[in-house]
């Protein structure tokens, strides 16, 4: 038995999610599927981030147990050869058998893109959330930094989480802009339930003025999912890459 380490990316659109659930077709399903097919063996595999509906990923990470003598590296581009092409398997890799994907040290990074600007651009209406109102980005920058650090944000969780630990470390909260498309880089140990896209939604009214900058150390503090921002749109979202610092790798 080895234990074999995936890092996937997907266009979200049509999906339901990485997560299997009966309303619809997943990535998980997908990966599970084709594995087992390829490998002639029951696969379940287990996945870092369980994104959302229409969350995209460049870098989600998955493992899962096999009885096979294919090298880990070989994988890839076996399953690769199965997948829909909005799926892609970038590197397959063997592990030590007690790596667990959700449990081990590890640095997540998120993206989002806002499209600012007066009209819509068709090319990028499923890679980012369009706003049209000018947004202050000097602000957002300001108000950013209130939440780097440790903090509990239960502000910033969905109201369906089922964690009780609401503490997280943000490393780093990058904003900046190109042309018309504001980026928004978001590294920590972890996230809570559209953790992100809320944190997303709370910027956007910081811009527009709804609230001040300092407003976010007053939503902190209140540790109420109604005190903060609105969700924002999945399509602006993607798991940007997964680090595991202690994660050693025997070739």
């Known amino acids: 038995m080895k234990r074999i380490m995936l890092v996937i990316a997907y266009d979200g659109t049509k999906y339901c999610g990485w ?10 399903e997908i990966i599970n599927r084709e594995l087992t097919t390829l490998l002639k063996e029951p696969i379940t595999v287990i996945g870092a981030s369980r994104t959302d509906s229409g969350v995209h990923a460049l870098g989600n990470v ?28 970038r590197k397959s890799m063997d592990v030590p058998l007690d790596f667990h994907p959700r449990y081990c040290n590890s640095t997540k990074t998120y993206e989002y893109k806002i499209l600012n600007t007066k009209f819509p651009i068709p090319t990028n209406r499923l890679y980012s959330h369009f706003v049209y109102y000018p947004l202050n980005l000097d602000n957002m920058i300001e108000a950013s930094k209130y939440l780097v650090g440790e903090h509990d944000f239960k502000s910033f969780c969905s109201t369906r989480t089922q964690v009780l ?27 809570l339930y559209n953790m992100v896209r809320i944190i997303v939604g709370t910027l956007i009214k910081v811009g527009l003025g709804v609230y001040p ?5 007053e939503i902190l503090e209140k540790k109420d999912r109604t005190a903060a921002g609105p ?16 994660l050693v790798v025997h070739k």
């Not at 900058?213 to 150390?217: A, F, G, I, M, S």
């Not at 979202?237 to 680090?243: A, G, N, V």
């Open 19 to 28: 997560q299997i659930q009966p309303n619809g077709i997943t990535i998980e």
């Open 62 to 89: 998955a493992v899962f147990d096999s009885e096979t003598k294919i090298p880990g590296e070989k994988i890839s581009y076996a399953l690769n050869q199965r997948l829909p092409k909005d799926i892609v398997v």
């Open 165 to 191: 630990d609401t503490v997280r470390t943000i490393y780093n909260l990058n904003i900046d802009k190109q042309d018309d498309m504001i980026s928004i880089t978001i590294s920590g140990n972890g996230f």
């Open 213 to 217: 900058p300092d407003h976010v150390c």
């Open 231 to 246: 969700k924002a749109p999945a399509e602006g979202l993607m798991l940007h890459h997964i680090d595991y610092p202690d």
